[in-house]
């Protein structure tokens, strides 16, 4: 198998990186661009084996860079702050060809915002503090201390966004890294490696495991020598990952599904609640937060769906490269085959399509709407994780809310009214980890982020982040007892 492949021309290594060392694998895997089904290469198909070597290798790298002043791991994070800036343009092109994600949006959000994980996290390291404090004249002292090697999990449909917002607080908390990115967009980790060995970083402090989860998710994740796993995928696998961390009792951050809600009060400025709905449709509908849930309020559902139908027909839908197209591809066949099964079952249990309902050529899913669907129903209650979204109505607060907050899921909300009273009332009672008012994905690192019931089992986000990475540690010290000599 070759070392190496090119993807628009910029090479991409295969293999995994442990220890600092390109490390091959007996077997592969095919990985293929869902922008055309390509086939972009065969990737190193890790297992059992080199999720052993590489825990070894993060275990061997941690003393040394647990030992590593704040001051020097916040450096070597803002160096490969900088690796990214610098390689931005290939980073946004390989994601896209990798993922299907619109290239637009790698090239002015997502990887400024790579780059910014790791400057917030170096920078926040250097702030992190807490005050001494007095006991009978004793005196507590908290200290953050780097917790050990991690496994990072991480999916496909942000990859490098996603595993370095993991990455980067783990790093700056002083622990090693085991990252293995999704089997359906392995290509940007591999250069993240590089990027992080350019940067100085030591070998073993970062190692990429590529390969089915499968196969090399339970070594990784039932280890003894992993002190933090840290996940960011489906509710099924979060429980296998789970069975497999009890072992251990190892702790997990689990950010997980979502079925969110979007609220559109009939006094709600329907032109940016159209917009907001609309806006739920990027990534092709792949992303956790969206808001598949159209609540709206009696009133005004048929207007409003008559502004939605007008602006979602607008959409263009095609390759992601091209700065035209606002809807990409689905990233693989079986993904396309579930979004389609999830849509033609609603339909035969009643549901309307007002829009889309249907595959078109390629990997690519009409932007769809459905209507006449019943709250228990699969489709209200399942994450398909493509470009379909309900609409139901409501009439009166009381309504919104018990529609909102019916699923098992709590990842995040967004409500759209005039009314600022009516919003402060509205928030207080739904249930999810983050809730936008007449906005929607505005992030801010500081924040904490994660999800309420089975979307998620804690939080990160600023100091949240190093809460998880770090073991907290108060030591308290006697005024009394120290020799003459030593005051
Ligand atoms: P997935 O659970 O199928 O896979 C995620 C990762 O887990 C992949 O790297 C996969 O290889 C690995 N994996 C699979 N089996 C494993 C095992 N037994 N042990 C260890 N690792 C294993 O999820 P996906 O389809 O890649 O991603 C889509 C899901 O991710 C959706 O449910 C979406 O909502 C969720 N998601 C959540 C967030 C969030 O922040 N809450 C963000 C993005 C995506």
């Not at 039932?222 to 996940?231: A, E, G, N, Q």
């Not at 829009?355 to 709250?375: E, F, N, S, W």
């Amino acid at each position: 198998m070759p070392d190496n492949i090119t993807v628009a021309g910029i090479a991409v290594d295969t293999r995994h990186w442990i220890g600092g060392r390109r490390v091959a694998s007996a077997g592969t895997f095919t990985d293929h661009s869902p922008i055309d089904g390509s086939v972009l290469g065969e990737i190193a198909r890790g297992g059992p084996a080199e999720a052993e070597a590489a825990v070894a290798a993060a275990r061997d790298a941690f003393p040394d860079w647990a030992g590593t002043s704040r001051s020097e791991r916040a450096r070597i994070l803002h160096a490969i702050a900088d690796g990214v800036e610098k390689r931005m343009e290939e980073l946004a092109i390989v994601e896209t060809t990798d993922n299907g994600a619109l290239l637009r949006s790698h090239r002015r959000g997502v990887m400024p915002r790579v780059a910014h994980n790791f400057r917030f996290f170096a920078d926040w390291l250097l702030q992190l503090d807490h005050e001494d404090f007095e006991t009978r004249g004793h005196t507590n002292h908290v200290s953050w201390d780097p917790a050990g090697p991690c496994v990072l999990i991480t999916p496909w449909n942000a990859p490098l966004m996603l595993a370095t917002w993991k990455v980067a607080p783990a790093l700056a908390a002083g622990d090693t890294v085991v990252l293995k990115p999704a089997e359906w967009s392995p290509l940007t980790a591999s250069l993240l490696a590089d990027i992080a060995a350019e940067a100085g970083l030591p070998a073993g402090v970062l190692n990429v495991v590529q390969g089915h989860g499968s196969e090399v998710g339970d070594a990784l994740t039932s280890h003894p020598d992993v002190r933090r796993i840290s996940f960011t995928g489906s509710v099924p696998t979060a429980r296998r990952i789970a069975a497999s961390a009890a072992a251990n009792l190892t702790p997990l951050s689990l950010e997980l599904g979502g079925k969110s809600p979007l609220l559109v009060f009939a006094d709600a400025d329907l032109d940016l609640a159209v917009d907001l709905a609309v806006e739920q449709y990027d990534n092709a509908g792949q992303v956790c937060l969206a808001g598949t849930r159209l609540l709206v309020e009696e009133s005004v559902a048929e207007e409003f769906t008559r502004r939605f139908v007008q602006r979602a027909s607008a959409l263009t839908q095609g390759d992601p490269r091209d700065e035209a197209t606002d809807i990409g591809p689905t990233i693989h066949p079986r993904q396309l085959e579930k979004i389609d099964g999830f849509v033609q079952r609603a339909v035969a249990a009643g549901a309307r399509a007002v829009i889309g309902g249907h595959r078109k050529d390629g990997q690519y899913y009409a932007p769809t709407l459905l209507t006449d669907v019943a709250q228990n129903s699969e489709i209200v209650q399942e994450e398909v994780f493509g470009p379909v979204l309900t609409l139901q109505t409501f009439a009166g607060e009381d309504e919104a809310v018990r529609l909102a907050n019916d699923t098992r899921f709590g990842l995040a909300a967004t409500v759209a009214t005039g009314d600022r009273d009516r919003a402060e009332r509205i928030t207080a009672r739904l249930v999810a980890g983050t809730v936008w008012v007449n906005c929607f994905f505005v992030r801010d690192l500081k924040a904490p982020f994660g999800g309420s019931r089975q979307s998620g089992v804690g939080r990160e986000g600023g100091t949240w982040s190093f809460d998880f990475y770090c073991d907290l540690k108060n030591t308290v010290t006697a005024p009394k007892g120290w020799n003459q000599d030593h005051g």
